[in-house]
C-alpha cells in the first residue's frame, strides 16, 4: 500500500508541478489529467472507490474534454516567460512552501492525531470493514439521501444555475457582437 | 493506525500550495482556472483521507459535492472566456484590468 | 372534532383574507376595480362560511370537549429529544397554533360575519374613490390580523396579531392621505396603540418569566392554555397570592389592561378614537364600532384567569371602564359631528363591557359585545349612507328632514339608536341589563358603581335620539340636506340585514328576573369563561332592570322635550351650567391636557437636540470618524489595482498567515 501510495503520490505532484510550469496549455491540460488519474488511484486507496469513479467520469472525462475543447478552439499561444524571474513567483513560492510545511507540522505534532496514533475523539460508525459489508454505494448513497439531502439538493439548484448562465453568457456575447 | 494519514495530508497541502501558486503567476486564464481546479482537488483529498481515517461518511459526500461545484464552475468559466475572446481581448490576465473602474 | 377538519378550517379562515389582501394589493393601480370588487367582499364572506362549520361543528360536540388546539406549525422549538445520552428537556416552544373554543368561535363569527357585511357595503360607499383597490387591501388584511388576534393560542402570535391589528388601523385612518387631519390622526391612533403595545409585551413578558408550574418549577411558555391552567389558586408566580393577590399578577394584570386600554380607547388612552373618524365610514363600522376597539374586551375575558387571581387590577379595570362609560356619554351629548356622537357612543358602551369582565361578569360582557357589534356597526353604517348622500358632510346641524328623502336608512337609524339606548325587545336591552343586574351583583364598592353605569344609560338615548331628531326631522338646512336621497341598493342591504339582527339576536340570552330563561349565549361560553361568582337576587334585578329602561325612556322623553317640542330651552346647561357645557363640549380637555403634559414638552426636547446637541456634539463626531475612515481608506485604495494576480496574491498571503497563527496556538 506504502508502495502504490509512494507511485501515486510522485504522480500527482508531478502532474500539479506541470500544469503550473508548461508553457503551453495543452501541456498543462494533459498534466492535469495525470494528476486527476493519480488522485482517483490514491481515493481508491482510501476506500472511497465511489468518489473514484466519479473522479474519473466528471475530472478526467467531462470537464477535461471541456478545457481541451476550450483549448483547441482559441488556441492560445505559448506564454512568453519573464526574465528576470518575476518577484511575484519568488513570493508565491515562499508562501507555498510555508504553508505545505505548516500543514505538515500540524499533521504530524500530535494535534489532529494523538502521538500514540490515535484521533482525538470518538470514532464515526463507518468503518471501512462495516461500509464494506453494506456496500460503499449504498452507503454512500443513503447518507446523501438522508442525512445531506438538503446540501444535495441545492448543489443540483447549483447545477442548473450554471448551466442556465453558461447558455446566456454564450448568446448574450453573440448579440452583441 | 493511522499510517499513510500525515502522507495524504502534505501532499494535499502541497498540491494546493502549486495550484496557489499558478493562480498567482499565470497569466493565461485557462491556466488560472486549471490551478484553480488543482486546488479544488487538493481540497477533495484531505476531505477523503479524514473521512476514511475518522470513519465518518461526511467528506466523502462533501467531495462529491465539491466536484459538483468544481463543474458548473468550469462551465461558467469557461463561458465567459470564451465570451472575453470573442470581444476582442488577448487571454491574458496582465492586461484585464476593468474592475479597479 | 375532527383536528385535521379544524386544521383545515382555520387554515381556510386565515388564509383567504390573507390571499383577498394579496390580490387587491398587487392589482392596485394595474387592474380595475371590479375584480376586487368581488374578491374584497368574497374571501370573508368565504372564511365566514368556513367559520359557520366549525361552529357547526362545535356544536354536534358536548360542552365539556368544545376546545381544541391545532398546530400550524412548529415555530422556535428548542426542546431537546432524548437520545446520544442526553436526558429530554422541555424548551421554549412558540408553536404557531390556533385556538377553536367557543370563545374564538364568537369572535370569529362576529369578525368575519359582520365584517363581510361592511365590506359589501364598502363596494358601494367607494365605488367612485380611486384607492378602491388599496382600500380592500387594507380591509383584508386588518381581517387577517384580527383573526390571528384572536385565533392564536401562543403570546408570541397573539402579539403579531396585536401590533398588525394597529398596523392596519393606522392604514385606514389615513386612508385619505392627502388631507392633512387624515394622517395626524392615524398618526395618533398608531401612537396611542403602540403605547399599549408596550404594556401588552411587558405583562406577556412577565408571565413568561415569572409563571410556575404544580412543582414550583419555572415554565418558561408561550401557551396560553398551559398559562391558563397554571394560574389557578396557589402560589404559582414566585412572590405568593395574598387575598389581593400578589403583586406580581397585579402588575401583569395592569400591564395587560393597559394593552386593552388602548385598543378598546378606555381612558387614559382613549383620545385617538375620536379623531380616528377622519377615515372612511366603513372604517369606522369595522375597525371602531364592531371588532378593533373590542380586542380589549377580548384580552381581558380571555385572560381571566389571571384577573380572578388578581382583585385589584380586576377592580382598576372596571374602575376605568365606569368612569370612561360616563366620560365619554357626557360628552356625546354636545357634540355635532355625526360619527364624532357614534363614536363616543362607542367608547362608552366599550367601558361598559369593560367594566362587565372587570366585575368578572365576562360573559355578560360578551355578549354585550356581540350585540354592540350588530347595533354600532348599523348605525355606522346608516350615519355612512347620510353623509354618502349628503356628498361627505357630516355635521349634523347641515342635515334635517332626511326622514322622508331617506326612509329606509331613517328606519335601522332608529332600529339602531333604540337598541343602543336598550328599549326592550331590541338587542341593547337585553345585554345592557344582564350586564348592569351582573354588576349589581359582582362589582367592587356595591352598588356604587352600579348605579353609575344606570345613570349612563340616561345619557345614551339622549345623545343617541338628539342625532335622530336633529338629523333625521325637522326641515332640511343645507342645499345637500334637500336634495339627498336613498343609497344605492348595495349600501342599503347590509344596513337592513344589520336592523334585522339588531332587533333579534338580544334573545340569544334572556336571563334575568320575571322572564323564562333563554341563555343560549351563556351556555355556549360557559365551557370558557365559567359563571359569575354571584347573580342578582329576582328583586334587585327587577329593580336594576326597571331603573334601567326608565332612564333609557327618560333620555328619549328628555330630548322630545328639548328638540321635539321645545319645552325646555336648548340653552339651559349652556347658560346655567358653562363649566358643565364647556366641559362635555371640549371633551374635559384631554386633547389638551396631553398636549401640554406631553407632546410640547417632547417637541422642545427635540428642538433643543436638534438645535445644540446634534449639530455640536453628533455632527461633530460623526465628522471625526468620517474623516479618519476616509484617510484609512485613501491608504487601502492602492491595493484595488484591478489586476486580478494581484488580489490573489493578497488572499493567499492571508489565508496562509491566519494558518500560522493557527498553528502557533495549537502547538
Redesign the interface.
Known amino acids: 500500500m506504502t508502495v502504490i501510495f509512494g507511485i501515486a503520490a510522485v504522480l500527482a505532484f508531478g502532474g500539479a508541478l506541470g500544469v503550473v510550469l508548461s508553457q503551453r496549455t495543452l501541456y498543462s491540460a494533459l498534466s492535469l489529467v495525470l494528476n486527476m488519474v493519480s488522485l482517483a488511484v490514491l481515493f481508491l486507496l482510501l476506500d472511497a472507490q465511489f468518489v473514484a469513479a466519479v473522479q474519473i467520469i466528471v475530472y478526467a472525462g467531462a470537464v477535461m474534454v471541456l478545457f481541451v475543447f476550450i483549448i483547441a478552439l482559441l488556441s492560445p499561444g505559448a506564454e512568453e516567460r519573464v526574465r528576470p524571474l518575476e518577484l511575484r513567483m519568488l513570493f508565491g513560492g515562499v508562501l507555498a512552501a510555508v504553508f505545505t510545511v505548516v500543514i505538515g507540522r500540524l499533521a504530524l505534532n500530535g494535534i489532529t492525531v494523538t502521538n500514540n496514533g490515535h484521533f482525538h475523539g470518538a470514532l464515526g460508525p463507518f468503518s471501512p470493514s462495516l461500509v464494506d459489508a453494506h456496500g460503499q454505494v449504498q452507503t454512500l448513497g443513503e447518507q446523501l439521501f438522508t442525512t445531506y439531502l438538503l446540501p444535495f439538493e441545492v448543489t443540483s439548484l447549483l447545477l442548473l444555475v450554471a448551466a442556465v448562465g453558461a447558455v446566456y453568457l454564450s448568446k448574450h456575447r453573440r448579440v452583441s457582437s | 493506525m493511522t499510517g499513510l494519514f500525515p502522507g495524504f495530508l502534505i501532499l494535499s497541502a502541497a498540491m494546493f500550495s502549486v495550484g496557489a501558486v499558478g493562480v498567482l503567476v499565470r497569466r493565461n486564464p485557462l491556466v488560472v482556472f486549471m490551478s484553480i481546479e488543482l486546488m479544488l482537488n487538493a481540497a477533495n483529498l484531505a476531505l477523503i483521507t479524514y473521512a476514511r481515517y475518522t470513519h465518518t461518511m461526511a467528506g466523502q459526500v462533501f467531495a462529491l459535492i465539491v466536484i459538483a461545484v468544481a463543474a458548473s464552475e468550469v462551465v461558467v468559466g469557461l463561458a465567459l472566456i470564451t465570451g472575453v475572446y470573442r470581444s476582442g481581448h488577448k487571454l491574458n490576465l496582465d492586461e484585464l484590468s476593468e474592475m479597479s473602474e | 372534532m375532527n383536528p385535521t377538519l379544524i386544521l383545515v378550517l382555520s387554515a381556510i379562515v386565515l388564509g383567504l383574507p390573507t390571499a383577498g389582501f394579496a390580490v387587491s394589493a398587487i392589482s392596485a393601480g394595474r387592474l380595475p376595480h371590479r375584480l376586487v370588487a368581488w374578491t374584497g367582499p368574497g374571501v370573508i364572506l368565504g372564511a365566514f362560511v368556513a367559520t359557520l362549520i366549525i361552529f357547526v361543528a362545535m356544536l354536534q360536540q358536548p360542552a365539556s370537549s368544545r376546545g381544541i388546539t391545532v398546530v400550524f406549525w412548529h415555530w422556535l422549538n428548542t426542546s431537546v429529544a432524548s437520545g446520544h445520552g442526553v436526558a429530554a428537556q422541555t424548551g421554549f416552544n412558540a408553536n404557531f397554533s390556533i385556538r377553536i373554543d367557543p370563545l374564538s368561535v364568537l369572535m370569529m363569527l362576529v369578525i368575519t360575519g359582520i365584517g363581510g357585511l361592511i365590506h359589501v357595503y364598502s363596494v358601494g360607499y367607494m365605488a367612485e374613490d380611486p384607492g378602491f383597490n388599496r382600500f380592500f387591501a387594507y380591509m383584508n388584511i386588518f381581517i387577517t390580523s384580527m383573526l390571528l388576534l384572536v385565533m392564536s393560542n401562543t403570546l408570541v402570535f397573539l402579539v403579531i396579531g396585536w401590533a398588525m391589528v394597529a398596523f392596519a388601523s393606522y392604514a385606514l385612518i389615513a386612508f385619505w392621505y392627502e388631507r392633512r387631519s387624515a394622517v395626524v390622526a392615524g398618526r395618533k391612533a398608531f401612537v396611542t396603540q403602540v403605547i399599549g403595545d408596550v404594556g401588552l409585551y411587558l405583562g406577556a413578558f412577565l408571565i413568561f418569566l415569572n409563571l410556575r408550574g404544580a412543582h414550583g418549577q419555572l415554565l418558561h411558555t408561550v401557551n396560553m392554555q398551559t398559562i391558563f391552567a397554571n394560574v389557578g389558586p396557589g402560589a404559582h408566580f414566585h412572590d405568593g397570592l395574598g387575598p389581593l393577590g400578589g403583586g406580581m399578577v397585579t402588575a401583569i394584570g395592569i400591564l395587560l389592561f393597559l394593552g386593552a386600554a388602548a385598543k378598546s380607547a378606555q381612558w387614559p388612552l382613549h383620545t385617538w378614537l375620536p379623531d380616528a373618524m377622519e377615515g372612511p365610514t366603513p372604517v369606522s363600522a369595522l375597525i371602531h364600532a364592531a371588532t378593533m376597539v373590542t380586542a380589549g374586551v377580548y384580552l381581558v375575558a380571555r385572560f381571566h384567569p389571571i384577573y380572578q387571581q388578581a382583585p385589584v387590577a380586576a377592580g382598576l379595570v372596571a374602575f376605568i371602564g365606569i368612569g370612561t362609560a360616563m366620560m365619554a356619554g357626557i360628552i356625546g351629548c354636545t357634540q355635532y359631528d355625526i360619527k364624532r356622537v357614534i363614536a363616543y357612543s362607542t367608547m362608552s358602551q366599550i367601558g361598559l363591557m369593560i367594566f362587565a369582565v372587570g366585575v368578572g361578569a365576562y360573559s355578560a360582557g360578551m355578549f354585550q359585545f356581540f350585540t354592540h357589534a350588530c347595533f354600532k356597526a348599523l348605525l355606522f353604517l346608516a350615519a355612512g349612507n347620510v353623509i354618502h348622500a349628503l356628498h361627505d358632510d357630516q355635521d349634523i346641524r347641515l342635515m334635517g328632514g332626511l326622514s322622508k328623502r331617506m326612509k329606509a336608512t331613517f328606519v335601522a337609524f332608529t332600529v339602531g339608536s333604540l337598541a343602543l339606548a336598550g328599549i326592550p325587545i331590541f338587542a341593547g336591552f337585553f345585554s345592557k341589563e344582564e350586564l348592569l343586574g351582573s354588576g349589581l351583583a359582582l362589582g367592587p364598592a356595591v352598588p356604587w358603581l352600579w348605579v353609575v353605569g344606570v345613570l349612563v344609560n340616561v345619557l345614551t338615548s339622549f345623545y343617541i335620539f338628539r342625532v335622530v331628531w336633529i338629523a333625521f326631522r325637522g326641515e332640511p338646512r343645507s342645499e345637500h340636506a334637500e336634495h339627498a336621497h336613498e343609497a344605492p341598493l348595495l349600501m342599503l342591504l347590509p344596513v337592513l340585514v344589520l336592523a334585522g339582527l339588531a332587533t333579534v339576536v338580544g334573545f340569544l340570552n334572556v336571563d334575568f328576573a320575571g322572564f323564562a330563561p333563554i341563555t343560549l349565549f351563556s351556555a355556549f361560553l360557559k365551557p370558557v369563561l365559567g359563571v359569575p361568582a354571584a347573580t342578582a337576587s329576582d328583586t334587585a334585578g327587577a329593580l336594576a332592570l326597571l331603573a334601567g329602561f326608565l332612564l333609557s325612556v327618560g333620555g328619549i322623553v328628555l330630548v322630545w322635550a328639548v328638540y321635539g317640542r321645545g319645552l325646555i330651552s336648548r340653552e339651559l346647561v349652556p347658560n346655567h351650567l358653562p363649566w358643565l357645557y364647556q366641559l362635555s363640549f371640549r371633551k374635559f380637555y384631554w386633547d389638551e391636557i396631553y398636549d401640554v403634559a406631553l407632546v410640547r414638552p417632547t417637541v422642545s426636547l427635540a428642538t433643543v437636540i436638534r438645535r445644540v446637541i446634534e449639530p455640536e456634539v453628533m455632527d461633530g463626531a460623526l465628522g471625526g470618524i468620517r474623516d479618519s475612515i476616509a484617510a484609512l481608506a485613501d491608504d487601502f485604495r492602492t491595493f484595488?489595482?484591478?489586476?486580478?494576480?494581484d488580489y490573489?496574491?493578497w488572499f493567499?498571503?492571508f489565508a496562509?498567515v491566519g494558518?500560522?497563527i493557527l498553528?502557533l496556538r495549537?502547538?
Open positions: 484595488q489595482t484591478g489586476f486580478l494576480k490573489a496574491t493567499f498571503f496562509v494558518l500560522v498553528g495549537l502547538s
